[in-house]
Each structure stands twice: as C-alpha cells, then as structure tokens.
C-alpha cells in the first residue's frame, strides 16, 4: 500500500466532531444566524431599531422588480463586473507571460506585481483618487493637458472607468500568482517544439499555452466574478460613494446605502438575497458552460 492510500481513521465518533466543532461554531455565529437573520428581514417591515416588525410577505422583492433604480443597479452592476474581470485577467495574464520570460530578476519583478494584492480595496480606490482626482490628481492633470476632459466626481462614464482600474489592479496581483504558477507546469518541451516547427509567440500563446492554462482561467473567472460583486464595496464607498447619480452604484453598495443609510432594512434583507442568487446562477453558468472546453489534463 503506496503513502497515498493510507488514510486516517478516527476509533471513536467524538473526536472528529471536537476537531470540527471550532470552525462548525464559526460558522454558525458569522454565516448561518446573520443569513438566517436576513432572509427573516426581508419578509419584514421594521423600524430601525427592531421594535416593531410587519409582516410583508414578498411585498419586499415586488418592489425591487418595479424599481427603476434596482434595474440599473444591476446593469451597472453587470457592466463594472465584466470590466473589472476582464481587465485584471487580461493584464494578469500579460504580465506572468511576461514573468516567466525573465531569467534574471524574475523574483524581484514577481514580487512588485504580488504586493498590491496586501493593500486594503479602501486604500486602493483612495490611491487611485489621488492620481485621478479632477482638482489636484497627477494623472488628471497629465489627461487635462493632453485636451481629455476628466472629471470623476461628475462624469459617469470617468467615474466607472476609476473604480474599474482600481479594482482590477487590487485583484491583477491574485491573478498573476495563479497564472505565473500555472506557466511553470507547462512543459518547456512542448514550447520549444512549437518554435522549431515555426510557431511564433502569438500562435504558442494561442494554441499551446492558453488550453493548458483553460483550469487555471476558469478559476480564476469564477474567483474574479464574486470579486467584482462582493469584494469591491471598499473601492466603490472611497471613491465614488456610488455616484455621480448612481452611475457607480453596484448592488452590494445599494446593499449597504439601503440598509445602514436609509436604514430600509426589509429592502436590504431582500437585495442581499437577490444578489446572492445573482451571483449562484452566474456560477452555475459558468460551471454548466464554461467548464466544457476546460482541459484539466
């Protein structure tokens, strides 16, 4: 029997449960009660502070289909979700081809493109505010002299192209880490190869390593996707704050705004459940379709 096979096994039932128990009680306290708590509210009318609660039945989630503003909260929500993705993948991928070309320093350029991925998302949308900012910004001015118009804080279309920087450089470093690592499996012979027969770096990059990295993309589009609809609340609350007139304002924010601002919390309640089944079925999607042309040999 090879080490592989061999298997721990436990003689009595009470010490598996024990070692369990800790992130059992994690769960319980910081996911199934808040969860369970607010598929509760959204069934529900109450005052801020809890006194009295109305049943509503559905009345909740009739209002966020009749709404107008949810609409585009979901369309916004698409489109920053798609950009985000789209773009930290695609300069991900860039950059641990890149990577994996260097012989000397690669170590030093790998840990440049990794550090990002420790800054706060609130400290990188700040960042990338001061760089762009209208009144004072390097970059914003840099733009203003080459004739672009640049105003963030009243443009729609400046502002969602901010945020969406800022969030795909915070998730570039994620990426590159599982990209740069999925490179070193390929077999250098099989480059090589490909070259001797008078594959140019394009064709090799197309033809060769991308359907050996499909495992590593898929992943990471699943990854990047809940990324862009949850993780980003940071970026968009120190940048935009949702604005200008909502052009920003992504579901997870309305989220928040609805709920702690408004103090709405029926509506909160069942925006959370929406949004959570939004991003379910995406998955399901992306698992039912995508995962097709995945080649995991």
Known sequence: MSGRD???????RVLPWLLLAPQLAVLAVFFFWPAGEGIVQAFFLSDPFFNTMIFVGFDNFRDLMTSPEYWDSIRVTLVFSLATTATAMGLALALAVAADRVLHGSMVLRSLVIW??????????MLWLFLFHPAFGVLALALRGLGIDWDPLLDGTDAMVLIVAAAAWKQVSYNFVFFFAGLQMIPRSLIEAAAIDGAGPLRRLRDIVLPLLSATSFFLLVMNVIYAFFDTFGIVDAVTEGGPGGATRILVYKVYKDGFQAQDYGSSAAQSIVLMAIVIVLTFLQFRYVERRVNYA
């Open 6 to 12: 061999k298997k721990v096994v436990f003689k009595g």
């Open 116 to 125: 990002p991925y420790a800054v706060a998302p609130a400290i990188a949308g």
